[in-house]
């Protein structure tokens, strides 16, 4: 859905436009305020992402802090991507979807960290520029809390395979107190949407 060649976002969707990068309100809307960066191109992933791309991707997550900081009161938003292509997979098996590198930011806390350290090895880098090198050719969850950045790689294939499908939205959404919330198909949130929208424009 973030490739807009599908027209599956509406125009006023889609808050800020940059040279390669794009900012947006997507549907399912786990809490007011969910934004993705993700590129025009059909990347799979931002370790695919080539690296010029990086410093706007810096300058628009600095958009979405500031952005947080007016509208909600937020200083260290919850920032992640699934790099669920990292390995090379371009396709959603369960649902036949393209993978499209996207970059979540939700203004959120929620200790994300404790999940997936139990369940892959954690890497710590400095930024999503350096996805690529400490992934490597690996799928991967990139998270950045605030407190914390880390990628999150399999330990062994069984948990490679476990991060190619994993699912990572309703952790977010069980973590938060809103399990029902966890598929944007269950939950469209199009009222939250809607605020989001309007908060933007108002910032």
Known sequence: MYCLGTRQLRDEQVLLRGDDLYLCAPRGQLVEGYLVVAPYRCVGCLAQLPPDCFPELARLLAAVTSFYARAYG???????????AGGGRTIDEERGFPLHAHLCSLP????????????????????????????????????????????YVARDPAGRRALEGLRLKPVIAALAGFPERGSWRAYPGDRELAATIEKWRRA
């Open 74 to 84: 937020i200083a260290h938003p919850l920032v992640y991507e699934q790099g669920r």
């Open 108 to 151: 959120l806390a929620a200790d994300l960290h404790v999940p997936l350290s139990a369940a892959y090895q954690a890497r710590p880098l400095s930024g999503p520029h350096e996805i690529a090198a400490v992934a490597g050719r690996e799928p991967y969850v990139y998270l950045d809390d605030g407190q914390r950045r880390a990628i």
